[in-house]
C-alpha cells in the first residue's frame, strides 16, 4: 500500500509539473501573440484607411466630368 501511495505521489508531481510547463508555455505565447497581433491590426488599419481614401478620390464629383 505503500508503495502505491508513493506511486501516486510521484505522479501527481509530474502532473503539477506538467500543468506548470503547458501554463508557462502558454503564457510565453500571449507575450509574443499580443504585439504581432496589434502591429497586424495596425497595418489592417491603415490599409483600409488607404483603401477608403482612394474609394473616396474615385467617387468625387471632380474625377468624374459628367457629374455635376
Known sequence: MERLL??????DDLAG?????????ADELAG????????????????LALHLQAHIALASPQSVPWIG
Open 32 to 47: 509574443v501573440a499580443a504585439p504581432l497581433a496589434a502591429a497586424a491590426c495596425a497595418l489592417a488599419g491603415g490599409l
Open 6 to 11: 508513493l506511486l501516486w505521489d510521484e505522479l
Open 17 to 25: 509539473a506538467c500543468r506548470h510547463l503547458a501554463l508557462a508555455a
